[in-house]
């Protein structure tokens, strides 16, 4: 793990000097997870490669224009993909396109299909895609974050720019309420 870190290091002195060569290097390295972080959350391939390339874009601008040490560059690419998702959804409900509730709700039952058999394999597809309709979007996200990106607490921390303790919390409540959910479903499941 110290060598990812000391590679993403050298990487980053390598931006800091617009060399072109380690702007590639990060798009290879990120381009697959970061996608897959936007494809499901916004509702439509199309949305989602466009982000992606913007996430990167503002990046190169972040790192070749900014003073700013960047701590985590990892850390750095989810939280652009999450902000640039956040303002995609703020601009269409400026344009009445869709209110913020429906899209927050809105994902394509195939992605949604893949999302959720990777959270509880074991589980039936439909009380999962149910019980993850209940949940809040802020609890989603950090499912998503942690068990389908694999970011650690202090990587979904800087995403999220919380405290490292606010994530454990909020983490733990997400699966208590999940568990609560399966289990509640399950009840229903085997009274009918």
Not at 7 to 13: D, I, R, S
Not at 48 to 73: C, G, H, M, P, R
Not at 102 to 127: C, G, H, N, W
Not at 159 to 188: C, D, I, N, P, Y
Request: glycine share 2%.
């Amino acid at each position: 793990m110290k060598s990812f870190h000391l590679k993403e290091k050298l990487l980053l002195l390598r931006l800091k000097k617009k060399d072109p060569e380690a702007f590639a290097q990060l798009y290879d390295l990120y381009m697959t997870p970061i996608y897959r972080f936007i494809y499901f959350k916004v509702p439509s391939q199309q949305d989602a490669e466009d982000l992606t390339s913007e996430v990167f874009l503002k990046t190169w601008q972040y790192a070749t224009q900014k003073d700013e040490e960047i701590e985590n560059l990892r850390a750095l690419l989810y939280r652009m993909a999450r902000n640039l998702v956040i303002d995609f959804y703020r601009s269409r409900a400026r344009q009445d396109w869709v209110n913020d509730e429906e899209a927050a709700l809105k994902i394509p039952d195939v992605r949604q299909q893949k999302l959720l058999a990777q959270i509880e394999a074991k589980t039936e597809l439909e009380s999962l895609e149910g019980i993850m309709r209940q949940m809040k979007d802020e609890y989603r996200e950090l499912l998503l974050l942690r068990y389908i990106e694999e970011l650690s607490i202090g990587e979904i921390a800087d995403v999220l720019q919380k405290t490292k303790g606010s994530v454990r919390v909020q983490l733990h409540r997400a699966l208590k309420l999940s568990r609560e959910l399966l289990e509640s479903h399950g009840k229903r499941s085997s009274d009918r």
